[in-house]
């Protein structure tokens, strides 16, 4: 069978895929020694290290709102409904049976339904609570530095349980999306991708189908 390579991770999503990657690990690991999980660094340090990947990570996220919406790379995540029983039997079911995938990537559909949502809900709610939580976090935790002391410092512990939920909820996709990344044509095909840029399709059916796409959207 031959193999086509088209080009399906441009240079910016593969850095900030990436960046976002080693950042939200950091932010773990140093997150779950200020919870008091393990010692490693010691609190000092990791309060200090989190904090500053915690700003590292709000730039990105600047950089990555401006390329989505220039880009129109957003519409990638528009959630729909077609194909997405399918995809989630696939997962359950036709995975473990050798099924084909029941949808193809294309530049211009990089995403399989399930993906979308998912990446959608990331998007626009996990990261933001995290964010939103740290930066309260922040504010409540160092009410002199920021200036702002009239904050309710009773209300931290909530603050702390939403943030610590959502860095488990972050730690459990990390660990799905790990695994799921190992299901593409072969273990390492989509790994290579996010990585070159470059993803090789199947047959030449594809081919048609990826060049019928674009000259649809062109
Ligand atoms: C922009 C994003 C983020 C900001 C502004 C932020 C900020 C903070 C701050 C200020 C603290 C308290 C540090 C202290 O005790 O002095 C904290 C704790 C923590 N952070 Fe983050 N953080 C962010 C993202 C993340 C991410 C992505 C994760 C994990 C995936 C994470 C996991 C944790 C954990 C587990 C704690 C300890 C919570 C506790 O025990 O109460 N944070 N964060």
Request: no cysteine.
């Amino acid at each position: 069978m031959s193999a086509n390579r088209i080009y399906v991770y441009k240079a910016f999503g593969r850095f900030w895929h990436w960046t976002q990657a080693i950042l939200i690990l950091f932010l773990a690991l140093t997150g779950f020694e200020v919870h008091g999980s393990y010692q490693f660094l010691g609190y000092r340090q990791a309060v200090l290290y989190h904090s500053t990947a915690a700003v590292a990570l709000l730039a990105l996220i600047a950089f990555a709102i401006f390329w989505h919406f220039t880009t129109g790379e957003w519409r990638q995540y528009l959630p729909t409904r077609q194909m997405l029983r399918a995809q989630v039997d696939y997962y359950l079911i036709g995975i473990f049976h050798d099924a084909p995938h029941p949808t193809k990537k294309t530049p211009l559909s990089k995403l399989n339904p399930l993906q979308k949502l998912v990446y959608l809900a990331l998007k626009i709610m996990a990261i933001p609570v995290m964010v939103l939580s740290g930066l309260f976090y922040m504010f409540f935790r160092y009410p002199q530095s920021n200036g702002i002391g009239t904050l309710n410092l009773g209300h931290l512990e909530r603050i702390a349980l939403v943030h610590t939920a959502g860095a488990f909820f972050l730690v459990s996709f990390v660990i799905a999306h790990v695994y799921l990344i190992t299901t593409g044509r072969t273990p390492v095909s989509n790994l290579k991708a996010m990585i070159t840029g470059y993803e090789d399709l199947e047959d030449e059916h594809e081919e048609v189908a990826v060049a019928a796409a674009i000259e649809e959207h062109a």
